[in-house]
Structures are given as structure tokens and as C-alpha cells.
């Protein structure tokens, strides 16, 4: 009685371990479904950017940093609100006041130095509109900025994500008609796709002649007439990996 107890559970053990490794091996399996191709899809489209981030930087040198900081602040204020003038509202500036003593605070300080502090009042300004960010350019051209004026030009959130899902489409059908003429040497079809992989996509590309993401214009500082702000196109470039399975 135990013997034969014995054999149908190592039968039942036995089927059940054959059942399972059917499952897993499926033999029955047509061997053109496991066939497959892998293709990288690319596509770029472009688009004038319509989001110029201005970062204009004042100074003020003085032997005191509180007399530094107020003159510069003095400065900045008035930028600011020349700024508010033209339609630049708060939410889209934020500003920064710094201070340095290179005999004092460098990375590594300088003894010979001169004992004097350098205030910085930095503006930030984020706009959304040509036409606005030409009438700030043409008025920051006016003032004691440090450093360049030429502001930053990339693209909005918005128009980003709606370049991105253009691209993502183009790049899509560019993959599968690679794969398509890849296939057709060997006399197979695709089937169905098997898995997407989409890595990061490539990002705007440098204008030509200038640093990346950023305008130009024709500026002298010497000249009355104001810079012209030219912005041109950017590229974004999309790249994703797509598997297609063989008929």
C-alpha cells in the first residue's frame, strides 16, 4: 500500500516538473518567433527657440563691502524697475547681490591683493516673447552691464515636449524603415515590436557660430543704434532602439 503510495506521488512529482519545463522550453514554439531585429530610429526637427533667459551682472568696487553692496544695489534696483517699464514682471526675475575680496575670500587668497570688496547684483530674467526680449536687450545695451548681454535662447517646456513627441514619431517610423530595408535582403517580414528603448534625446544643437543655446547680436558698444537680436533655429535631435520581431 505504501509502495504504491509512493509511485503516484513520484508520478504526480514527475508530470508536474514535465509540465513545467514544457513552459518554459515550449518546444511546439515556431522557431521564426524567435527571430528578431534590433534598429535604431533618429530623427531631428527644428524650431526658433521661444525662451531667451537674460543674465546681466553689475558691479561696484568700493574699500568698505556694505558701501560695495549698497551702490551696486542702488544700480540694480533701478535696472529692475526700468525693466518692470517695459513688461517684465516679477515672477520672471530673480535677482542676487555677492560679494568678493580677492585678498580675502579667493579660492586662494592673494596678500597683494588690493583691500578692496567687488559687489555683484545679478538679474535673471526669463521671458517668452521676441518682441519683449528685443526691447530688454535694446535697453540693457543702454546700461554698465559686466558681461554679455546676448541672452540665453532655448526652448519652453511646452514647445520642448511637443518637439520631443514630433521627433519621437519621425524617429519611429525612420527605425522600422531601417529594419524594413534590413529584412528584405534575407526574403523575412516584420511582425510585431517587441521592445522600445528610448534613450535620452540629443538636446538643441549649437547655432552655428555661437555658444550653445545662445543669440546673437549685432552689437557694437561704441554704436547708437540698438543690438539686433537674431536667434535663428535649433535642432532637436531624438534617437530611440526599436526590436521587431521576424516572419
Do not use: C
Amino acid at each position: 500500500m505504501i509502495l504504491k503510495l509512493n509511485l503516484k506521488v513520484f508520478i504526480l512529482a514527475l508530470i508536474l516538473v514535465i509540465v513545467g519545463m514544457l513552459a518554459v522550453w515550449r518546444p511546439w514554439k515556431d522557431e521564426a518567433d524567435t527571430r528578431q531585429i534590433t534598429t535604431n530610429g533618429e530623427a531631428t526637427v527644428s524650431r526658433a527657440p521661444d525662451e531667451f533667459v537674460f543674465s546681466p551682472v553689475y558691479e561696484k568696487v568700493s574699500e568698505d563691502s556694505k558701501t560695495a553692496v549698497r551702490e551696486v544695489t542702488v544700480v540694480g534696483n533701478e535696472i529692475l524697475a526700468k525693466l518692470r517699464e517695459l513688461g517684465v514682471v516679477d515672477d520672471q526675475m530673480t535677482t542676487s547681490v555677492t560679494t568678493n575680496n580677492d585678498r580675502v575670500y579667493a579660492f586662494e587668497p592673494n596678500a597683494d591683493a588690493p583691500n578692496e570688496y567687488h559687489a555683484l547684483y545679478s538679474i535673471t530674467a526669463t521671458l517668452n516673447d521676441l518682441t519683449l526680449a528685443q526691447s530688454v536687450l535694446d535697453y540693457l545695451a543702454t546700461t554698465p552691464v559686466l558681461y554679455a548681454i546676448t541672452p540665453q535662447s532655448t526652448f519652453s517646456t511646452k514647445t520642448r515636449k511637443a518637439l520631443e513627441d514630433e521627433a519621437r514619431k519621425l524617429a519611429l517610423a525612420d527605425a522600422r524603415e531601417r529594419a524594413e530595408d534590413s529584412v528584405a535582403a534575407i526574403g523575412a517580414r516584420l511582425g510585431k515590436v517587441i521592445t522600445i528603448s528610448e534613450p535620452s534625446w540629443g538636446g538643441p544643437v549649437p547655432l552655428m557660430g555661437a555658444p550653445e543655446g545662445v543669440g546673437t547680436a549685432n552689437l557694437d558698444s561704441n554704436a547708437s543704434a540698438s543690438p539686433e537680436l537674431l536667434i535663428g533655429e535649433q535642432d532637436l535631435t531624438y534617437t530611440i532602439s526599436v526590436t521587431f520581431a521576424l516572419k
